[in-house]
């Protein structure tokens, strides 16, 4: 038998990593297909002010992603997932506020940032877990979870909208987020100093 084969690859803690950065994503386009059209009937946003608060998400998560990686180094792995798990779910609730449109610039670019430490932590604990020997063949299931993710969530946030109301869906992606903290929560995410240690 190969090390290939002998090297297990669905393990509890990267079957967990996998369904987190699912839901992750879920909660992600979920909203992102809606966000602008929201803007625009709920707060008669123009069309490029709607558009800007959609696509503001994306810049709070590039500044998530060019930091994070210092502060997994201080504070943790798991403990950066389960703290923008955490604001995952207050922002997604926050959602249900209605607070205005200046108010939901600022609390998308915040989503941003958390789903961005969210994103970058998963993805290295994931590729920490998968086998040397099977680290390609695990990375290729773990993007499938990206790539179901970004089928599913689109087709929900339209969905929902249009058979029930920007209400329920801001209640289904909060209940998503809920659950991603869950799961996240349960994972043993090895630690770079357990990482060097093996080696």
């Not at 987190?20 to 992102?32: A, H, I, K, Q």
């Not at 998530?64 to 923008?84: E, F, N």
């Not at 969530?153 to 029930?164: E, I, K, N």
């Amino acid at each position: 038998m190969s090390t290939a084969a002998q090297a297990r690859l669905w393990t509890k803690d990267f079957t967990l990593g996998t369904l987190v950065n699912f839901l992750l994503m879920v909660n992600y386009y979920g909203l992102m297909v809606v966000i602008a059209d929201y803007a625009m009937k709920t707060y008669h946003a123009s069309a490029s002010v709607a558009g800007s608060a959609a696509s503001i998400f994306i810049i709070g998560a590039l500044i998530a992603r060019l930091v994070s990686g210092r502060a997994m180094d201080r504070v943790g792995r798991k403990r950066l997932l389960v703290g923008g798990a955490v604001f995952e779910v207050a922002f997604s609730l926050l959602y249900l506020s209605g607070l205005g449109l200046a108010p939901l610039f600022a609390l998308r670019l915040l989503h941003g940032i958390a789903y961005g430490a969210c994103s970058t932590t998963i993805g290295t604990i994931v590729t920490a877990l998968v086998p040397d020997s099977r680290k390609g063949e695990g990375v290729g299931y773990y993007m499938l979870s990206v790539t179901l993710g970004a089928a599913i969530g689109p087709f929900l946030g339209m969905f929902l909208t249009q058979s029930a109301g920007y209400r329920v869906l801001f209640v289904v992606t909060a209940a998503v987020a809920v659950l991603c903290l869950a799961v996240a929560a349960a994972l043993k995410a090895p630690e770079a100093s357990d990482v060097r240690r093996e080696e």
